[in-house]
Nanobody, 116 residues
Framework: QVQLVESGGGTVQPGGSLRLSCAAS????????MGWYRQAPGKQRELVAY???????NYADSLKGRFTISRDAAKNAVDLQMNNLKPEDTAVYYC??????????WGQGTQVTVWS
């Protein structure tokens, strides 16, 4: 069993920055992919970015250049640096960990609000 604990959400003005962090608990856990998804009110959950244990990354096209994902594989932790935030980035952000083909865990979500 893996538990994901997220932190770093909050409220920021347009153009501001936030850094989200997620740490996975569970001894001896080998996580293949860690990533972030988000869900805005009335919309489906969508991919923000993910990173593999080898360092490979993938981003939503609309977020490239503003968001950066990084990972400490030894600590099973992943961060998301979000710059130049826009009101449309407002959403609940969820951490996701994939251990195998079908073993997936989600965090409880952290709210990010961008408004002036």
């Amino acid at each position: 069993q893996v538990q994901l604990v997220e932190s770093g959400g909050g409220t920021v003005q347009p153009g501001g920055s936030l850094r989200l962090s997620c740490a996975a608990s569970g001894s001896g856990v080998s996580i293949y992919v860690m990533g972030w998804y988000r869900q805005a009110p009335g919309k489906q959950r969508e991919l923000v970015a993910y990173i593999t244990n080898g360092g490979g990354t993938n981003y939503a096209d609309s977020l490239k250049g503003r968001f950066t994902i990084s990972r400490d594989a030894a600590k099973n932790a992943v961060d998301l640096q979000m710059n130049n935030l826009k009101p449309e980035d407002t959403a609940v952000y969820y951490c996701r960990a994939q251990l195998g083909a079908s073993e997936v865990y989600w965090g409880q979500g952290t709210q990010v609000t961008v408004w002036s």
